[in-house]
């Protein structure tokens, strides 16, 4: 599954800053926010075939339309420290380059312009996991969002399994 | 990516059986046979039964499981037999077998799932015996402890 990364996720009007495009969405008590343009869909799914020989972040696979997806559980990834959502209900289909997979979701907060201004520094009781593949955060609504890159998690975590 | 083959599925004969939670298929061609709970290899008097017997649930690190069926297959240093739940009534059915996607290869270790197949919304994955072996069999001998009689 291709995604098209052409499209700019920033915008700008001459004389102010600019602004990024985040879709936001949550996990539990954690909320997350990723490039619009990296979601293919998202599928209304409650359960993931596990896999043996995987990492526990792994939950598992699923078929879309005959295209095996792994799903990965972000709460077990980074470590969190708060309770696992039980009412997962959905998953967010993701593309970086030719890759794709999924991501557990309780909520689609949808999609919201952050200006430069609200990104906040990372905090400082975050997991290393959490950290690395932090490309920023900010308020909304009171509820901090993590921003994830994507690209950087998928790097990270074949540099887990190689550690095994 | 340009230049890169793309795997593509391929049919083959393949038998389902049970690990736990798992719910998992074997290419027919790559066993010899499917044998009851009791079995024991053809080896020498000098070899030790319990080597050759594995337990899934043990490799699969799920709590042991009440095994009824051996899948047994030849390799160089001799027979093998994996104890399994259960096999599906269905015995040998022929399917479409799904490449594992160039992702998720990264993530299986030891890559003993050689690919899925999907049915009725499950995703079920094919496991290669022989690379379970390689992998596991030099650093985890049966869990059944010398001298303890098959059930």
């Known amino acids: 599954m291709m995604v098209d990364e052409q499209i700019d996720d920033t915008s700008k009007t001459p004389g102010t800053e600019p602004n990024r495009l985040y879709f936001v969405f949550r996990d539990g008590h954690e909320a997350y926010a990723v490039p619009p343009t990296s979601v293919v869909e998202v599928i209304t799914k409650t359960k993931a075939t596990p896999v043996p020989f995987t990492p526990d972040w792994l939950d598992g696979v699923i078929s879309v339309r005959g295209a095996i997806v792994p799903v990965l559980d972000l709460f077990r990834y980074f470590r969190l420290p708060s309770k696992i959502s039980t009412r997962r209900n959905r998953m967010i289909l993701v593309g970086v380059g030719p890759n794709a997979f999924a991501i557990w979701s309780d909520q689609i907060v949808g999609v919201e312009t952050v200006e430069e201004s609200r990104m906040e520094p990372p905090l400082s009781n975050l997991t290393d996991s959490l950290l690395k593949c932090l490309s920023g955060q900010f308020r909304t609504e009171g509820i901090m969002v993590y921003c994830i890159d994507l690209q950087k998690l998928l790097e990270e975590t074949r540099g887990q399994v190689k550690a095994l | ?151």
């Not at chain 2, 066993?31 to 594995?54: K, L, M, S």
């Open chain 2, 1 to 151: 990516m340009a230049g890169e083959t793309v795997e593509k599925p391929r049919k083959s004969f393949l038998i389902l059986f049970r690990v736990g939670e798992y719910r998992l298929a074997v290419e027919a061609f790559s066993i010899q046979y499917i044998a009851g709970v009791n079995w024991t290899p053809q080896v020498g008097a000098e070899e030790e039964d319990h080597d050759r017997i594995v337990e899934m649930a043990a490799v699969l690190r799920l709590p042991p499981q009440e095994g009824k069926r051996t899948i047994v297959i030849d390799t160089p240093s001799g027979q093998r037999g994996f104890v399994v739940d259960s096999i599906s009534n269905e015995e040998i059915i022929l399917r479409f077998i799904e490449p594992v996607p160039p992702l998720l290869e990264g993530w299986i270790k030891p890559t003993a799932i050689t690919g899925f197949l999907v049915e009725q919304e499950a995703v079920i994955g094919v496991v290669d015996f022989h690379r379970v072996d390689q992998a596991y069999f030099g650093r985890m001998p049966s869990v059944r402890p010398k001298g303890e009689q098959a059930r």
